[in-house]
């Protein structure tokens, strides 16, 4: 008897100090929870969010006024370029997604990319700071660019998108994999780690907003990238430096191998009749799922016709082993479903990531023609941006702190407002962020009209008064943004969470190649007839109101497809532990 209680004892005892969501440490060993992973492990991958956006940001705040000053392109055009590349940016997080969660695991795919990355930012450099690379300029806005500087720059630009795509849509999972999704306690503080990484990104803008920018203006372009290079470089340290404290998740196998299997075995099935009784679908008598590092997921009603992959036939037994091109697990088939009930959600948010996208690109053409001088002293319009940055700064402890607290004496839910709701939120803000930039240039173009400042490079009215719409871009990111990153990193089945979260991150892709390709039509209808149309190269001469109006039009178009698809959404339902 005595055996009986020390042995029960003994698995309690293991249980209590070991995670039970499959996560191993460094070594490959089950991940010890006193000794890995929590808030111990945070600063570390805070630091290299930090790091890393401040590199990111110092390279893509000013960027659209480096083309078109010192590379010598049209406003348009400058626009076009900033907006496909930051596209590409949020397009590549497939790859490194895809690399994470079926071969290399979050900490090598990190690793990897990051030294892509710094690759990327040290040849930009150069490419802005060595003779017979560099532009030539007679004055700030007067330079002639070398063909060869000009390849070379876009080379490392779009090495540095490569770079970013392995390691934006693994930070943020992996900085939640360090909470055990099996421990309620743990759990908890998983939704204020999304609301504290975005307050790290943030911090890390604001550094790249005003010193960065006021270093690309005023000293040079050299030292402008340079110093994101050297922050790159510090970024990656943060991160090996806590190697020791990590939880990792094993990577699962191909993901995208086994939604094209239940596509495949529910085809070949396309003629059986699914039962009414769904416990007879098959599913693995083990309490862990066939699918390394995944939990087992609990049947939902939703494309029912996908559940005949799961029907069990007695020719699926006629070769002995089970071949997964014909028979899936009820969790391989849940794993699509809940893809394909994601993709929804992620398309309402391109819109939402087109209006964000405009703070890096007519934003900052809108402020370079306002009064840029306080006390004699020159802002660079691109430094605005750096109220966005504050209001995130200021939202994000607010939110944690105050809303969320608040909200749940309402709601009684554990977060105050599902991921659902917060999203929404943000949604409605954002509309009020692009009436805000069009009354702004109503008015800025009423007083150019009154005193025929039309060739005027510098109307006399403060740049300061762009503050309303970045700062409520700021207060709609805390919302809609933040609210994303946990809503696909929630969502996601276990063993795709760098894909889910790289699918999210690819509506600011969409976002960007939506605005380039806004910006290509309505030049093109709006310069007819020889008219100067909504954005030529002197704004004083446009009508750049029309476009945020276009924006504010598909925003509150937007929001409503998106209450009905929030309303239709139905959560995932995750089964047992992995331990």
Known sequence: MAEIVNT????????????????????????????????????????????????????STNLVLYFKNNLHEHSATASRNVSNWQGTCYFTPLIGAFLAD?????????????IIYVMGMTLLTIAAAVPGLKPTCVSKEDCHPTGTGVA???LALYLVALGTGGIKPCVSSYGADQFDDADEEEKKHKSSFFNWFYFSINIGALIAASLLVWIQDNVGWGWGFGIPAVAMAVAVVSFFSGTRLYRNQKPGGSPLTRIFQVVVA?????????????????????????????????????????DKAA?????????????????????????????????????????????????????VLQGATMDVTINKFEIPPASLSIFDTLSVIFWVPVYDRAIVPLARKYTGHKSGLTQLQRMGVGLVISIFAMLSAGILEVVRLGIVKRNNYYDVKHIPMSVLWQVPQYFLIGCAEVFTFIGQLEF????????????????????????????????????ATSTKGGKPGWIPDNLNRGQLQNFFWLLSALSVVNFGVYLVVAKWYTYKRAVGTLR
């Open 102 to 114: 079926a071969y290399l695991g979050r900490y090598w795919t990190i690793a990897m990319f990051s």
């Open 311 to 363: 029907m069990e036939l007695q020719s699926d037994h006629a070769k002995g082993s089970i071949n997964p091109w014909r028979l899936c697990t009820v969790t391989q088939v849940e794993e699509l479903k809940s893809i394909i009930k994601l993709l929804p959600i992620w398309a309402t948010g391109i819109i939402f990531s087109a209006v964000y996208s405009q703070m890096s690109s007519l934003f």
């Open 488 to 523: 696909f990193y929630d969502q996601a089945p276990d063993s795709m969470r760098s894909l889910c979260s790289a699918l999210s991150l690819t509506t600011n892709a969409f976002g960007n190649y939506l605005s380039s390709l806004l910006v290509t039509i309505v030049t």
């Open 152 to 154: 070379v720059t876009f």
């Open 8 to 59: 029960t004892t003994k698995v309690d005892t293991e249980e209590d100090t070991y995670t039970k969501d499959g996560t191993v440490d460094y070594k490959n060993n089950p991940a010890n929870r006193n000794t890995t992973g929590t808030w111990k492990a945070c600063p570390f991958i805070l630091g290299n969010e930090c790091c890393e956006r401040l590199a990111y940001y110092g390279m």
């Open 266 to 306: 529910s085809w070949r099935k396309r003629r059986v009749r699914v039962p009414d009784d769904k416990s007879l679908l098959y599913e693995t008598a083990d309490t862990k799922s066939t699918i390394e590092g995944s939990r087992k997921l609990d049947h939902t009603k939703d494309f029912s016709f996908l």
